[in-house]
């Protein structure tokens, strides 16, 4: 089944660690994105990619960090630098980042920070 | 930066009751999405639409654009408790993204 895949599910870490969130996608879409989803946020802009080896920021962009070295694949890096990073992280593709192209979530991952 | 807002943050209804949600935003949007994300899921595309005044159901769901391209709605007819979730606007204009609204909770009680 295509699809797109977020791991881990839940993420636990200390304060002062950097953490990298996984995000892969089989449905040979262009675009990637990186989403945080806070209660009564809706969801937030972190990054986005539309072509491999290419990415710009989001609203949300500091405190955080983004490859795209390949097309199936969007990993995020939280670091150190982020105020606040315990959220709902979500990954979604589109098949050509345009305003045409209906999002496609992963699963989430729920990262805490203590 | 640029804003969706979106009412009622919260809503309870009776089972068969309708329900709507609405989304509002200062910009001329190019077009707007809506999602739907079920308790503990991720947001799952449901629409879009792209005409000034445009309508689309499906099934007991009715979306509207509003002549302006400035807001929109979504209607339940009828609510089930598969209906239970938040509803999400994402509007799109100049910039290469969407901007999601705050999402409107849905409960349905039996």
């Known amino acids: 089944d295509g699809g797109i895949t977020q791991s881990p599910k839940y993420l636990f870490r200390k304060e002062g660690q950097n953490v990298t969130l996984s995000c892969e996608q089989n449905l040979n879409h262009d675009a990637m994105y990186w989403y945080r989803q806070d209660p009564g946020q809706g969801l937030r802009l972190i990054y986005y990619?539309?072509?491999?080896?290419?990415?710009q920021k989001g609203d949300i962009a500091e405190g955080y960090s983004v490859s795209r070295e390949k097309k199936e694949s969007f990993p995020l890096t939280v670091t150190s630098a982020q105020k606040n990073p315990t959220a709902f992280y979500l990954c979604?593709?589109?098949?050509?980042?345009?305003?045409?192209?209906?999002?496609?979530f992963g699963n989430g991952t729920r990262l805490t920070v203590t | 930066g640029q804003q969706v807002m979106q009412i009622p943050q919260y809503q309870h209804v009776q089972e068969g009751e309708d329900f709507t949600t609405y989304c509002n935003s200062s910009t001329t949007l190019s077009n707007i999405q809506w999602y739907k994300q079920r308790p503990g899921g991720h947001p799952v595309f449901l629409i879009q639409l792209v005409k000034s005044g445009e309508v689309k159901k499906q099934k007991r769901l009715t979306f509207q654009f509003g002549e302006a391209k400035k807001n929109s709605s979504l209607h339940i007819t009828a609510t089930q408790t598969t209906d239970v979730g938040t509803y999400f606007c994402a509007g799109w204009w100049a910039g290469n993204q969407f901007y999601f609204g705050t999402g409107t909770s849905l409960t349905v009680i039996p």
């Open positions: 979604a593709s589109s098949t050509s980042g345009g305003a045409d192209s209906p999002l496609h």
């Open positions: 990619s539309q072509i491999v080896n290419d990415f």
